[in-house]
């Protein structure tokens, strides 16, 4: 009987701690829906009430019957045969629990048949799940494809659709990469045509698609002939059938239970979702953002996995005549898996909080009548969380994967030769990990992203609306530092800034980002600080441990050391092949 | 063809997950000690239960015979599916052996009246006994299979059945309406639904109220006076009876129990002697499975005053 939810005591902590009322407010309003659904809220309470039972639902299946069957699921892995894909016993049996539970709308309104869940809930979940087996987060944590065509799609298209997705009848995936298109998405060339009876089909071949043997894809396709870049691009709906062919499925380092398919597109028929060219720009930056805080949400839980089989190990373990926790370098290695595992979670949940206040209040803005007394204020707080929320993404994105690849290589040291072999879990955690600074973005894209809004001061409210708080004592100390390290990110985006030279900003891009993380973490902190004993250490070791790191970032910044830029070719020498 | 099912289940404490204080010095199990769980072999029950109204339609009616924290069970059972849910809830209940408890709920089984199939789990984990389900099918003069692992199939009035037998299984088939006792490895019990769980998870009864009232009120370190305690709970009954909130509940009366078959007046088990007996011997003694063995070991143990 075990729970992830309930053996968490960090999650108990957030969770205790979370002041959602204007989240819940934006997605029940006057908590109407209860007189249509028995099921729905009648208060704030008994909403967060809710959200507790639900969390505790979907541990108690993490612990009991999903995480028992993820190394058999890594073993037996997807299977291909003849265009056909199936997914490993273990993944069909912790899919019909999910579905079986209600779980897979989790996020739908419910009329669809969903649960109405705020992301930050949602987030919380895909955690839990990825913990217990990294792979079925590529089927649990993608009803982003569902938000989307929620988000998007015609009246007439959600009710044909997203009731199936809520009952689990169907899973998704978003059909995106090619061959020739990975990172860079305005390179699509899968053609989208109408042919005589004006129905949209599909022609070309998309790779390593995630579920890509899903029931309904969401797929982006160039629907303007003779356009090269993203503002020729459409999104289509296209259910799986004979002219959606599965050529193979990818041989992975990791996440073998979640299959990585090639389709091939043989006249497919489509439906245009949304209005066209807007594929790219509108749909899919949606659709990533959502996706991005999920693949955050799942390095989160393969770090928590990870960590926990290190300490329990470090515990047990006895060499020189005592437990190998008590050694200054193993324990060292814990306690930053620890800080890196509680702060991944704080920054995480943030974000997930912004993000659901950027999506309460842009719909109410596109509902809101312009006469209303609030629709200025209303659209005034759509914009400034879709800023905040533009760049907590990358940043959870960026922190929460590069985290979980630290802690699970640092697992594996901890448990030394054993780490290595198949007998333990941490060679798949380590396996599965390292996916995630890669898909939905790769780490270098969440700079990317994270440098163009520190560019737009994207997060300056966020910072003045907590750097204005008045702290005491030895709280006060340490928020001392985090203003410092605050102003150090200032003065390096303003000094990239002033170079104006692009590469120069790019080579730094990682650099600002972590001064980026660790800021806003730090603020973070020195609020979780006040609410627990347990909390206030953390801050400390992550605080001074920052603050340090923030210099010498800053000192790399500012040298303006562009020898990267200008040697590259000169320092990789003579391993260069002749062109 | 639908078949209307009467689960029988029990609330345990839950021994699997032992934490602190969980033997009394008297050798009996501190319940307070140990969270209180669905037996788990009842959820396999309340599973088969769930699988044929699935295959064949029907209804699944849960009951449970204990105190008013038992609305926690019954509130799981809607959780997972069940239909109808019945509290068998009376102070002259307590401390009923098995042949008190079968009574108890044979009398509740009655007051139901329509049923095809009553099913529970093989044994409890707090008894052991695995006699609660055989004494209720003798009362209510039912057919009855224990060790189910499988209904094979429901036909005109016949039940086919998969039973565990000491080595392998067999088939058995009988007719309804019919008593089945369930296996640990029948099935895997499904999760809760969402849904359900935040539609009833405030269902309770009067007791289960009070109680809870009473605790809250006992926290500010007085014995509440009645006044208080009716001043405090009857809002919130009058709230849970207009949201239609309550469970049903059935006491010894409701159900039309002799007083002098139930609880501890209605139990010839007496507990003699408890003794903590520690495991030490490793040696293992196959007894040949003829009966020549059988005879053996019966005059062994008699000799060893173990039986007789």
Same mark, same amino acid.
């Given at each position: 009987?075990?729970?992830?939810?309930?053996?968490?005591?960090?999650?108990?902590?957030?969770?205790?701690?979370?002041?959602?009322?204007?989240?819940?407010?934006?997605?029940?309003?006057?908590?109407?829906?209860?007189?249509?659904?028995?099921?729905?809220?009648?208060?704030?309470?008994?909403?967060?009430?809710?959200?507790?039972?639900?969390?505790? =639902?979907?541990?108690?299946?993490?612990?009991?019957?999903?995480?028992?069957?993820?190394?058999?699921?890594? =073993?037996?892995?997807?299977?291909?045969?003849?265009?056909?894909?199936?997914?490993?016993?273990?993944?069909?049996?912790?899919?019909?629990?999910?579905?079986?539970?209600?779980?897979?709308?989790?996020?739908?309104?419910?009329?669809?048949?969903?649960?109405?869940?705020?992301?930050?809930?949602?987030?919380?979940?895909?955690?839990?799940?990825? +913990?217990?087996?990294?792979?079925?987060?590529?089927?649990?944590?993608?009803?982003?494809?569902?938000?989307?065509?929620?988000?998007?799609?015609?009246?007439?298209?959600?009710?044909?659709?997203?009731?199936?997705?809520?009952?689990?009848?169907?899973?998704?995936?978003?059909?995106?990469?090619?061959?020739?298109?990975?990172?860079?998405?305005?390179?699509?060339?899968?053609?989208?045509?109408?042919?005589?009876?004006?129905?949209?089909?599909?022609?070309?071949?998309?790779?390593?698609?995630?579920?890509?043997?899903?029931?309904?894809?969401?797929?982006?396709?160039?629907?303007?002939?003779?356009?090269?870049?993203?503002?020729?691009?459409?999104?289509?709906?296209?259910?799986?059938?004979?002219?959606?062919?599965?050529?193979?499925?990818?041989?992975?380092?990791?996440?073998?239970?979640?299959?990585?398919?090639?389709?091939?597109?043989?006249?497919?028929?489509?439906?245009?979702?949304?209005?066209?060219?807007?594929?790219?720009?509108?749909?899919?930056?949606? =659709?990533?953002?959502?996706?991005?805080?999920?693949?955050?949400?799942?390095?989160?839980?393969?770090?928590?996995?990870?960590?926990?089989?290190?300490?329990?190990?470090?515990?047990?373990?006895?060499?020189?005549?005592?437990?190998?926790?008590?050694?200054?370098?193993?324990?060292?290695?814990?306690?930053?898996?620890?800080?890196?595992?509680?702060?991944?979670?704080?920054?995480?949940?943030?974000?997930? +909080?912004?993000?659901?206040?950027?999506?309460?209040?842009?719909?109410?803005?596109?509902?809101?009548?312009?006469?209303?007394?609030?629709?200025?204020?209303?659209?005034?707080?759509?914009?400034?969380?879709?800023?905040?929320?533009?760049?907590?993404?990358?940043?959870?994105?960026?922190?929460?994967?590069?985290?979980?690849?630290?802690?699970?290589?640092?697992?594996?040291?901890?448990?030394?030769?054993?780490?290595?072999?198949?007998?333990?879990?941490?060679?798949?955690?380590?396996?599965?990990?390292?996916?995630?600074?890669?898909?939905?973005?790769?780490?270098?894209?969440?700079?990317?992203?994270?440098?163009?809004?520190? @560019?737009?001061?994207?997060?300056?409210?966020?910072?003045?609306?907590?750097?204005?708080?008045?702290?005491?004592?030895?709280?006060?100390?340490?928020?001392?530092?985090?203003? @410092?390290?605050?102003?150090?990110?200032?003065?390096?985006?303003?000094?990239?800034?002033?170079?104006?030279?692009?590469?120069?900003?790019?080579?730094?891009?990682?650099?600002?980002?972590?001064?980026?993380?660790?800021?806003?973490?730090?603020?973070?902190?020195?609020?979780?600080?006040?609410?627990?004993?347990?909390?206030?250490?953390?801050?400390?070791?992550?605080?001074?441990?920052?603050?340090?790191?923030?210099?010498?970032?800053?000192?790399?910044?500012?040298?303006?050391?562009?020898?990267?830029?200008?040697?590259?070719?000169?320092?990789?020498?003579?391993?260069?092949?002749?062109? | 063809?639908?078949?209307?099912?009467?689960?029988?289940?029990?609330?345990?404490?839950?021994?699997?997950?032992?934490?602190? #204080?969980?033997?009394?010095?008297?050798?009996?199990?501190?319940?307070?000690?140990?969270?209180?769980?669905?037996?788990?072999?009842?959820?396999?029950?309340?599973?088969?239960?769930?699988?044929?109204?699935?295959?064949?339609?029907?209804?699944?009616?849960?009951?449970?015979?204990?105190?008013?924290?038992?609305?926690?069970?019954?509130?799981?059972?809607?959780?997972?599916?069940?239909?109808?849910?019945?509290?068998?809830?009376?102070?002259?209940?307590?401390?009923?052996?098995?042949?008190?408890?079968?009574?108890?709920?044979?009398?509740?089984?009655?007051?139901?009246? #329509?049923?095809?199939?009553?099913?529970?789990?093989?044994?409890?984990?707090?008894?052991?006994?695995?006699?609660?389900?055989?004494?209720?099918?003798?009362?209510?003069?039912?057919?009855?299979?224990?060790?189910?692992?499988?209904?094979?199939?429901?036909?005109?009035?016949?039940?086919?059945?998969?039973?565990?037998?000491?080595?392998?299984?067999?088939?058995?088939?009988?007719?309804?309406?019919?008593?089945?006792?369930?296996?640990?490895?029948?099935?895997?019990?499904?999760?809760?639904?969402?849904?359900?769980?935040?539609?009833?998870?405030?269902?309770?009864?009067?007791?289960?109220?009070?109680?809870?009232?009473?605790?809250?009120?006992?926290?500010?370190?007085?014995?509440?006076?009645?006044?208080?305690?009716?001043?405090?709970?009857?809002?919130?009954?009058?709230?849970?009876?207009?949201?239609?909130?309550?469970?049903?509940?059935?006491?010894?009366?409701?159900?039309?129990?002799?007083?002098? #078959?139930?609880?501890?007046?209605?139990?010839?088990? #007496?507990?003699?002697?408890?003794?903590?007996?520690?495991?030490?011997?490793?040696?293992?003694?196959?007894?040949?499975?003829?009966?020549?063995?059988?005879?053996?070991?019966?005059?062994?143990?008699?000799?060893?005053?173990?039986?007789?």
């Amino acid at each position: 009987m075990a729970n992830f939810f309930t053996d968490n005591a960090d999650i108990q902590f957030q969770f205790n701690r979370m002041d959602l009322r204007e989240v819940v407010a934006l997605k029940e309003g006057d908590f109407a829906e209860g007189r249509q659904y028995p099921y729905a809220p009648a208060s704030y309470d008994d909403a967060m009430d809710g959200y507790r039972r639900i969390l505790d =639902l979907v541990g108690g299946i993490c612990g009991d019957v999903i995480a028992p069957r993820a190394a058999e699921v890594d =073993l037996e892995g997807a299977q291909y045969h003849d265009g056909v894909v199936t997914y490993a016993k273990g993944t069909q049996e912790a899919m019909k629990a999910l579905s079986g539970a209600d779980l897979m709308g989790f996020t739908l309104p419910r009329r669809y048949g969903g649960l109405n869940m705020p992301t930050i809930m949602y987030v919380a979940a895909i955690e839990m799940v990825s +913990r217990a087996d990294a792979a079925l987060m590529t089927i649990f944590g993608l009803q982003d494809i569902a938000e989307t065509i929620n988000s998007f799609a015609s009246e007439e298209q959600k009710q044909r659709y997203l009731p199936r997705f809520c009952t689990g009848e169907v899973t998704g995936a978003m059909v995106l990469t090619e061959p020739d298109a990975g990172s860079d998405l305005q390179a699509v060339r899968l053609k989208a045509y109408q042919d005589e009876k004006g129905v949209w089909r599909m022609n070309g071949v998309k790779r390593f698609i995630t579920n890509g043997c899903g029931d309904v894809l969401l797929v982006l396709a160039r629907s303007e002939e003779g356009t090269k870049d993203g503002r020729g691009l459409s999104m289509f709906i296209c259910e799986k059938g004979p002219k959606v062919y599965i050529r193979r499925i990818e041989d992975k380092l990791g996440i073998h239970g979640s299959p990585t398919c090639e389709i091939h597109f043989r006249d497919a028929e489509g439906e245009l979702v949304g209005q066209r060219r807007r594929g790219l720009t509108r749909y899919v930056m949606s =659709l990533m953002n959502g996706a991005r805080v999920g693949i955050a949400a799942q390095g989160q839980g393969i770090a928590e996995a990870a960590y926990r089989d290190a300490l329990a190990y470090a515990v047990d373990r006895v060499q020189f005549g005592k437990a190998i926790i008590d050694m200054a370098q193993v324990s060292d290695l814990l306690v930053d898996m620890k800080v890196g595992v509680e702060t991944g979670r704080s920054l995480l949940y943030e974000t997930a +909080r912004v993000v659901d206040l950027c999506q309460g209040y842009e719909h109410l803005a596109e509902t809101v009548e312009r006469s209303d007394p609030r629709a200025r204020e209303i659209k005034e707080k759509a914009a400034l969380y879709r800023k905040q929320a533009a760049i907590l993404t990358p940043m959870s994105k960026y922190y929460c994967c590069e985290m979980g690849l630290r802690v699970t290589s640092a697992a594996i040291q901890v448990l030394g030769g054993s780490g290595y072999m198949r007998d333990y879990n941490l060679e798949r955690y380590y396996r599965d990990a390292r996916i995630t600074t890669i898909y939905e973005g790769t780490t270098e894209l969440q700079a990317v992203a994270i440098l163009a809004g520190l @560019q737009g001061e994207a997060l300056a409210e966020w910072f003045a609306a907590r750097a204005a708080q008045k702290r005491e004592g030895e709280i006060a100390l340490l928020a001392a530092l985090v203003q @410092q390290m605050q102003q150090r990110l200032a003065d390096g985006v303003a000094f990239v800034k002033k170079e104006g030279h692009p590469d120069y900003t790019d080579l730094m891009g990682k650099r600002l980002s972590d001064m980026a993380c660790w800021a806003v973490i730090g603020y973070l902190l020195l609020e979780e600080a006040s609410a627990s004993p347990h909390k206030r250490i953390i801050a400390e070791k992550f605080i001074r441990d920052a603050a340090i790191r923030t210099v010498a970032h800053y000192t790399a910044i500012t040298s303006g050391n562009d020898i990267v830029l200008r040697e590259y070719k000169t320092l990789l020498g003579p391993d260069l092949p002749k062109a | 063809m639908p078949y209307d099912c009467i689960v029988i289940a029990k609330q345990v404490p839950d021994t699997k997950n032992v934490t602190g #204080k969980a033997m009394k010095d008297d050798g009996t199990v501190n319940r307070a000690a140990l969270p209180a769980i669905f037996n788990p072999e009842d959820l396999n029950a309340l599973e088969m239960a769930l699988d044929i109204r699935d295959r064949f339609g029907g209804s699944v009616t849960v009951v449970t015979m204990g105190p008013p924290a038992a609305c926690e069970l019954l509130r799981d059972a809607l959780y997972r599916g069940a239909d109808r849910v019945i509290l068998l809830t009376d102070r002259r209940f307590a401390a009923a052996d098995t042949l008190a408890t079968s009574y108890a709920l044979s009398c509740a089984i009655r007051k139901i009246g #329509k049923f095809d199939l009553i099913i529970g789990g093989r044994q409890a984990i707090d008894g052991d006994t695995a006699q609660v389900g055989p004494q209720t099918a003798e009362k209510l003069h039912l057919n009855q299979v224990t060790y189910v692992e499988k209904v094979q199939d429901i036909r005109d009035g016949r039940i086919e059945i998969l039973r565990s037998i000491d080595g392998g299984y067999e088939v058995v088939r009988g007719r309804l309406p019919i008593l089945l006792t369930v296996t640990g490895t029948a099935n895997e019990p499904r999760p809760p639904r969402a849904k359900r769980l935040l539609q009833f998870r405030h269902h309770t009864c009067p007791a289960e109220i009070t109680n809870r009232i009473r605790k809250q009120l006992e926290a500010r370190g007085r014995e509440p006076s009645e006044a208080e305690m009716a001043e405090a709970v009857n809002p919130v009954l009058t709230e849970a009876v207009k949201q239609d909130r309550m469970l049903t509940v059935w006491d010894a009366d409701a159900v039309g129990a002799d007083h002098d #078959k139930i609880g501890g007046r209605g139990s010839p088990t #007496k507990v003699k002697k408890i003794e903590s007996v520690v495991f030490k011997g490793r040696d293992l003694k196959w007894i040949e499975a003829n009966d020549e063995g059988a005879k053996g070991l019966v005059r062994e143990l008699v000799t060893e005053h173990i039986l007789g």
